[in-house]
């Protein structure tokens, strides 16, 4: 690395000069060359050949080293575990990459090379999308502090004790630690506007690079722009590169799709940041399969029965462990955000009697799971966590679901100052809301009128809020009522659940009784099908009905194929 820095601050401090690729003729030579096999006359003719007016023939290039110590940098993360303090020495040369990388692409815009420039530039936004701002102002000032003193862990312990700025620090060493006595290292560092810098990579790469560097750089800005919470933003760049459609058609680019499912991921957390619970769930319900792990690349599948070379390129795909996104944060987002949607959806369709719908499957399959248990302890997981949750308000105790979603450790992940708490405050406020339509949703057909204040009270809400509420379900068509003053009116015209069933027997005793006058025509051959409306759906001229089914005719043979 640091051979490669001298170099690139060399061709800056001389810019007329420049390095070219070294035939393999001459680098056959020189290599004979060093081992003293050509006479004195060949090596001056190779070295005029070497070194033509102001270009430098190397073996080589610039961009080619900087690659492959990319490589070397990833592949020496994913050999060492987590935990050491080995993988955190490798994750400080992430910024003596990022600033070979940077002085390579001004190398390769200054001689004029732009079929390069955008591959560095990439290079550069792969190394930088994931930081948060807070976490890049902190690698600069620990570069910043490791190029002007050194190794951290070689600094005396004196020169960072708290008495080591005292201003009455007297200057005996029997007293104090002469390495106290020049104080604290302490470092100014300006800050970096990231924003800016993608945005100048990425107009590089979008006017100079091919089709797979467009995508992942659009990739990388997505998720750079979601991870600042902007979500609407990061939803708009989504829409307008279509980059659904470009994903769908690149089966064989196995790491562009997990970067993919990384922006989805991301673009999920951000809106769920933001309350936007729909919006979030549509984002994480995704990825969050049961398989999150290995769509993420952050770990391995079993490997039992498969390909081995299968699982060392699935091995070489991994992601480093820095840049990991937590799963359990991950299925903390993914299961509130369908707990929010799914416990009034559930109240809502057990008043009107709507079988098979479901707002999410996986939260159902673990709730259902949940419930067939005999005996439950404490929750102890997250996921525990938040099925507890879902539990206490369906029932209506919306105090204890506030408990248990906001006190999971899990949220302290998040980056971003006050992001915890504000994250907290918001998911109170839903849960209340969420608890409040949900009692509505249940409970309306017990009740002529409900007063706003009772309400209110009964869940820890401003007035005003509960008529916002109540009123967009009004709105929407949710709940049959009206205001009177600070009082709901419920219109009970919604059927009971005893008409509701007497309904729904007799839509299908209908059913059944037209299917049977169909199979009846069918085997008779008289008459046709009933409801000629229906040809289309059932197939025609005696064709029998769709899935195969074949008409007999007079004779006990089969008629025709069955419709599509």
Request: glycine share 8%; proline share 3%.
């Amino acid at each position: 690395f640091w051979y490669a820095l001298r170099v690139l601050d060399l061709l800056a401090e001389n810019p007329e000069l420049r390095l070219g690729p070294m035939g393999s003729e001459d680098m056959a030579e020189l290599v004979l060359a060093s081992r003293g096999e050509v006479n004195a006359e060949a090596l001056k003719a190779l070295t005029e050949r070497l070194v033509q007016g102001n270009t430098l023939y190397v073996s080589g290039a610039v961009v080619d080293t900087v690659m492959r110590l990319q490589e070397s940098y990833l592949r020496s993360l994913r050999g060492v575990f987590p935990d050491m303090t080995k993988y955190v020495k490798h994750v400080a040369d992430e910024s003596k990459l990022v600033l070979l990388a940077e002085r390579a692409q001004e190398y390769y815009e200054r001689i004029g090379d732009l079929a390069v420039v955008p591959r560095i530039a990439q290079l550069r936004m792969e190394l930088i999308y994931y930081r948060h701002h807070t976490m890049d102002m902190a690698m600069q000032r620990e570069q910043a502090f490791e190029s002007k003193f050194g190794d951290k862990l070689l600094v005396h312990p004196a020169c960072t004790s708290s008495g080591a700025n005292a201003a009455d620090l007297k200057k005996d060493a029997s007293a104090t630690n002469p390495a106290a006595w020049m104080g604290k290292p302490s470092i100014d560092v300006e800050p970096r506007d990231l924003f800016a810098t993608m945005d100048d990579l990425c107009k590089i790469t979008f006017k100079y690079g091919d089709d797979r560097i467009k995508t992942r750089s659009m990739l990388c800005k997505i998720i750079h722009v979601a991870l600042h919470d902007d979500y609407h933003a990061a939803r708009d760049l989504l829409l307008m590169s279509h980059l659904q459609d470009t994903i769908q058609f690149s089966e064989g680019d196995v790491e562009t799709q997990i970067l993919y499912n990384r922006m989805m991921v991301t673009l999920g957390l951000c809106a769920f940041r933001s309350g936007l619970m729909e919006e979030a769930h549509y984002c994480l319900s995704e990825v969050c399969s049961g398989k999150s792990k290995e769509l993420l690349a952050q770990g391995v599948a079993n490997w039992r029965n498969t390909d081995p070379d299968a699982e060392k390129a699935e091995r070489r795909r991994q992601t480093p462990f820095h840049m990991h996104i937590s799963l359990d944060l991950l299925e903390a987002s993914h299961l509130t955000s369908a707990m929010l949607q799914e416990v009034p959806a559930t109240a809502l369709k057990g008043r009107n009697m709507l079988k098979g719908y479901w707002v999410s499957k996986y939260l159902r399959k673990h709730l259902d799971y949940y419930e067939s248990q005999l005996f439950l302890g404490p929750p102890e997981t997250p996921r525990d966590h938040l099925l507890a949750a879902t539990k206490a308000l369906a029932r209506g105790d919306w105090r204890k679901a506030v408990d248990y979603v906001t006190g999971l450790e899990v949220w302290k992940l998040l980056p971003g100052d006050n992001a915890t708490a504000d994250l907290k405050e918001m998911l109170t406020m839903r849960i209340k809301t969420e608890g409040l339509r949900t009692y509505l949703f249940a409970n309306a057909g017990h009740y002529q009128s409900v007063s706003q204040t009772m309400l209110a009270a009964n869940f820890d809400l401003e007035p005003n809020k509960v008529h916002s509420v109540v009123s967009k379900m009004m709105i929407e068509g949710q709940l049959k009522a009206s205001w009177d003053a600070d009082t709901i009116l419920l219109h009970r015209d919604e059927p009971s659940r005893l008409q509701a069933l007497a309904a729904s027997l007799a839509d299908k005793t209908e059913m059944l009784v037209e299917t049977n006058e169909r199979l009846l025509d069918a085997r008779t051959g008289k008459g046709g099908f009933k409801d000629e409306m229906h040809l289309g759906r059932y197939g025609g001229g005696g064709r029998g009905f769709r899935g195969g089914h074949r008409a007999r005719d007079d004779n006990g043979r089969f008629g025709g194929r069955g419709g599509r």
